[in-house]
């Protein structure tokens, strides 16, 4: 499992993100809160506060190049 903090601001990143994750075959959770939803869920997203850092979880332990492809979503 491998975790990470992301924004996701406006609407267009929640697209862009969700396309970027639909990518890889691994389970990606985003928690805020008590709750979790899956990150391949546009609606799931937009269920959540999105106006402030969001957990990301990503079920592997070999993310690969899935850290380079959501770094401008990642809060530093």
């Keep these: 499992m491998t975790k990470y903090t992301v924004s996701l601001r406006e ?4 697209k862009n993100f ?7 075959d691994f389970d990606v ?3 805020s809160g ?4 899956d990150a391949k869920s546009i609606m799931g ?3 959540l506060d999105l106006s402030k850092p969001i957990e990301l979880i990503a ?3 070999e993310p690969g190049s899935f850290a380079d ?3 401008k979503y ?3």
Excluded: E, G, P, Q
């Design 11 to 14: 609407i267009n990143d929640v």
């Design 18 to 24: 969700v396309n970027i994750v639909m990518k890889y």
């Design 29 to 31: 959770d985003l928690v």
């Design 34 to 37: 008590r709750y979790a939803v």
């Design 45 to 47: 997203i937009f269920s």
């Design 59 to 61: 079920h592997t332990d």
């Design 69 to 71: 492809d959501i770094a």
């Design 74 to 76: 990642v809060v530093k």
